[in-house]
């Protein structure tokens, strides 16, 4: 083999190597974007439903009232429903169930002493 076929060859197969290489860093950033687009995606539907929660709570805890109010239901059962919230969201939020008894029940306590 001479010289400038043997330049050729090499030429020919870097050029290769490079497209190969540049299909693959395509598919790479395709891929990435895909993911990225995915990401918020979903980072928009968490932060809905994370403020469609903090709503059914609001509606929770007044209707929670409303029956307090209205003799519908005891102080007891009350303190049950307040526990079975805090307990079904334990897992969500980092906070301490102690920390959630206490807000729901402090959000109870300040509109029962406004009646």
Known sequence: ???????????LSNRLDIDKANQRMKRMRRRML??????HQQDARIEAIEQENDQLKLILIDLIQTLMHSGAITEEHTQSIIERVASATREVHEETEEDRLADLQQALGEDKDDA
């Open 34 to 39: 895909d993911k990225t687009s995915r990401d």
């Open 1 to 11: 083999m001479d010289w400038t076929n043997y330049f050729f060859l090499n030429e």
